[in-house]
């Protein structure tokens, strides 16, 4: 039983990996203060974004990304 709770952890830091370099690469979301949580291919998106349009950005991102299986947005609009 450990090595599939092993793998689900391995694969879950795959998954937050390329989640962060894909946000990272993203011209509109690389200098966002993105945190991003993963468990069992569903992922946690929290942090600020600027301005209000990006706030979906990230989300629809990540949905894009192989292993992951639901995204929760918790981004707020930053107001500067």
């Given at each position: 039983?450990?090595d599939?709770s092993?793998?689900?952890?391995?694969?879950?830091?795959?998954?937050?990996?390329?989640?962060?370099?894909?946000?990272a690469?993203?011209?509109?979301?690389?200098?966002a203060?993105?945190?991003?949580?993963?468990?069992?291919?569903?992922?946690?998106?929290?942090?600020?974004?600027?301005?209000?349009?990006?706030?979906?950005v990230?989300?629809?991102?990540?949905?894009?990304i192989?292993?992951?299986k639901?995204?929760e947005?918790?981004?707020?609009?930053?107001?500067?």
């Amino acid at each position: 039983m450990g090595d599939a709770s092993t793998s689900a952890q391995s694969s879950d830091s795959n998954v937050m990996q390329t989640i962060r370099a894909a946000l990272a690469n993203d011209p509109g979301t690389n200098e966002a203060s993105i945190y991003v949580a993963a468990k069992d291919g569903m992922v946690t998106l929290s942090g600020q974004v600027t301005p209000v349009g990006q706030k979906d950005v990230p989300q629809q991102l990540v949905a894009q990304i192989d292993g992951v299986k639901s995204v929760e947005n918790h981004l707020k609009v930053r107001s500067d």
